[in-house]
T-cell receptor
Framework: EAQVTQNPRYLITVTGKKLTVTCSQN?????MSWYRQDPGLGLRQIYY???????DKGDVPEGYKVSRKEKRNFPLILESPSPNQTSLYFC????????????FGSGTRLTVV | AQKVTQAQTEISVVEKEDVTLDCVYE???????LFWYKQPPSGELVFLIR??????QNEISGRYSWNFQKSTSSFNFTITASQVVDSAVYFC???????????????FGSGTRLLVRP
């Protein structure tokens, strides 16, 4: 089944404790993105990657890191999480050149206390 | 700059009523794509429709219909005979063109929460 898999679905952590949210897709998509969803703000892009080893900042990159060492994986790293990073996170992938719509993961609800 | 505005924060209707969710967008691109996504209470994002800027035909899918008007930069979504299962947050989104490629980024509106009461 074609899908984007995020883990974990739920995570509660403490301020400053490094964490990684994993994202993997099995559709051989070039593009991958991370979004965060906050009430009243919709979804905002954090980082995106147009292919292996090609990443760039989205609209709200502060406090996040990403890497794209393999085409299928695009982990989101919070080196020192803070409470303002409490949010719902979505990973998404897309086939380049054909805006067939993004395929989204199921979301990761992160709480930083 | 590209922007999507969903002015209706929350709408409440009684089952079987028709409801229209508004979406207004801004873009300088001549080629762009518009999307609607549904987010039910379970939290996942469900793709509903994609429309490109050159196709202004309205679309109907069952109880759902979409009205795309370039003259007013709007892409409104109507649910006919609403049902309780339609209760969700609905997002309108615009894909931004980058070097001729429109598939790398979605710009979302803030969403409209629809509550359909029995």
């Amino acid at each position: 089944e074609a899908q984007v898999t995020q883990n974990p679905r739920y995570l509660i952590t403490v301020t400053g404790k490094k964490l990684t949210v994993t994202c993997s897709q099995n559709m051989n998509h070039e593009y991958m993105s991370w979004y965060r969803q906050d009430p009243g703000l919709g979804l905002r892009q954090i980082y995106y990657s147009m292919n292996v080893e090609v990443t760039d900042k989205g609209d709200v990159p502060e406090g996040y890191k990403v890497s794209r060492k393999e085409k299928r994986n695009f982990p989101l790293i919070l080196e020192s999480p803070s409470p303002n990073q409490t949010s719902l996170y979505f990973c998404a992938s897309s086939l380049r050149g054909t805006p067939s719509g993004y395929t989204f993961g199921s979301g990761t609800r992160l709480t930083v206390v | 700059a590209q922007k999507v505005t969903q002015a209706q924060t929350e709408i409440s209707v009684v089952e079987k009523e028709d409801v229209t969710l508004d979406c207004v967008y801004e873009t300088r691109d001549t080629t762009y794509y518009l999307f609607w996504y549904k987010q039910p209470p379970s939290g996942e994002l469900v793709f509903l429709i994609r429309r490109n800027s050159f196709d202004e035909q309205n679309e109907i899918s069952g109880r759902y219909s979409w009205n795309f008007q370039k003259s007013t930069s709007s892409f409104n979504f109507t649910i006919t005979a609403s049902q309780v299962v339609d209760s969700a947050v609905y997002f309108c989104a615009l894909s931004e063109d980058y070097r001729g490629d429109s598939s790398y980024k979605l710009i979302f509106g803030s969403g409209t929460r629809l509550l359909v009461r029995p």
